[in-house]
């Protein structure tokens, strides 16, 4: 993401929009959201230090709505595959793909939601509902599979989150190159393996 796509979001009268996207850009340079602040957002998109503020009381604030905006397309991407398929096991891998897809294909988005910043979610409450409804995709996918018992009987919940706990794992360790992976197609090969073994433990519980 370059500045002049910046400047250009904000010449077209989207001030805000250019803010996170700016943002956005620091954070895939440093690899860091505590290296953001408003003065330089501010620099990038090429308004004065006070501009910001008209739609960030703080640095906080434009971090919750970057993160906001990531769990949007988040939730778009394991929604579009929910659809694939009516089978909830083959859901719920499809879901763990597009969730280690959407980390590498946004790795300054995916830093912000999990990793480099921590928020008080319950202060921000359409972040806090949209990170809901992502991990709810799984949960579903979980019950799902449950009620047709293919999956054990144990709280939906916790095998979510040992379900997320494994894809989010793999999706920064790829994010962070702590793999010796960067060939795409092998990528996608470790990212269908590690999710269909998950299915598979899945699976060998409930017999």
Same mark, same amino acid.
């Given at each position: 993401?370059?500045?002049?796509?910046?400047?250009?979001?904000?010449?077209?009268?989207?001030?805000?929009?250019?803010?996170?996207?700016?943002?956005?850009?620091?954070?895939?340079?440093?690899?860091?959201?505590?290296?953001?602040?408003?003065?330089?957002?501010?620099?990038?998109?090429?308004?004065?230090?006070?501009? /910001?503020?008209?739609?960030?009381?703080?640095?906080?604030?434009?971090?919750?709505?970057?993160?906001? @905006?990531?769990? %949007?397309?988040?939730?778009?991407?394991?929604?579009? @595959?929910?659809?694939?398929?009516?089978? /909830?096991?083959?859901?719920? %891998?499809?879901?763990?793909?597009?969730?280690?897809?959407?980390?590498?294909?946004?790795?300054?988005?995916?830093?912000?939601?999990?990793?480099?910043?921590?928020?008080?979610?319950?202060?921000?409450?359409?972040?806090?509902?949209?990170?809901?409804?992502?991990?709810?995709?799984?949960?579903?996918?979980?019950?799902?599979? %449950?009620?047709?018992?293919?999956?054990? /009987?144990?709280?939906?919940?916790?095998?979510?989150?040992?379900?997320?706990?494994?894809?989010?794992?793999?999706?920064?360790?790829?994010?962070?190159?702590?793999? /010796?992976?960067?060939?795409? %197609? @092998?990528?996608?090969?470790?990212?269908?393996?590690?999710?269909?073994?998950?299915?598979?433990?899945?699976?060998?519980?409930?017999?």
């Amino acid at each position: 993401m370059s500045k002049s796509r910046s400047k250009v979001t904000y010449h077209h009268g989207d001030l805000r929009q250019a803010l996170v996207e700016a943002s956005l850009e620091i954070i895939a340079e440093t690899r860091d959201a505590s290296s953001v602040s408003l003065r330089e957002v501010a620099r990038r998109v090429g308004v004065s230090p006070a501009a /910001p503020y008209r739609h960030f009381a703080d640095k906080d604030v434009l971090l919750a709505a970057v993160a906001e @905006e990531g769990f %949007q397309q988040l939730l778009l991407a394991l929604r579009v @595959e929910a659809h694939v398929t009516d089978e /909830p096991l083959a859901r719920l %891998q499809a879901n763990g793909v597009a969730y280690v897809k959407f980390a590498i294909a946004h790795p300054a988005h995916y830093r912000v939601m999990f990793n480099s910043f921590r928020v008080e979610k319950e202060n921000y409450p359409s972040l806090n509902t949209v990170a809901r409804e992502a991990f709810a995709e799984m949960v579903h996918a979980i019950t799902a599979g %449950q009620s047709i018992g293919v999956i054990q /009987p144990s709280d939906p919940r916790q095998l979510a989150w040992i379900s997320w706990s494994l894809v989010h794992g793999l999706a920064l360790l790829l994010i962070d190159r702590q793999l /010796p992976i960067v060939d795409e %197609q @092998e990528i996608s090969s470790l990212v269908t393996l590690a999710t269909h073994s998950l299915i598979y433990g899945l699976q060998k519980i409930a017999k």
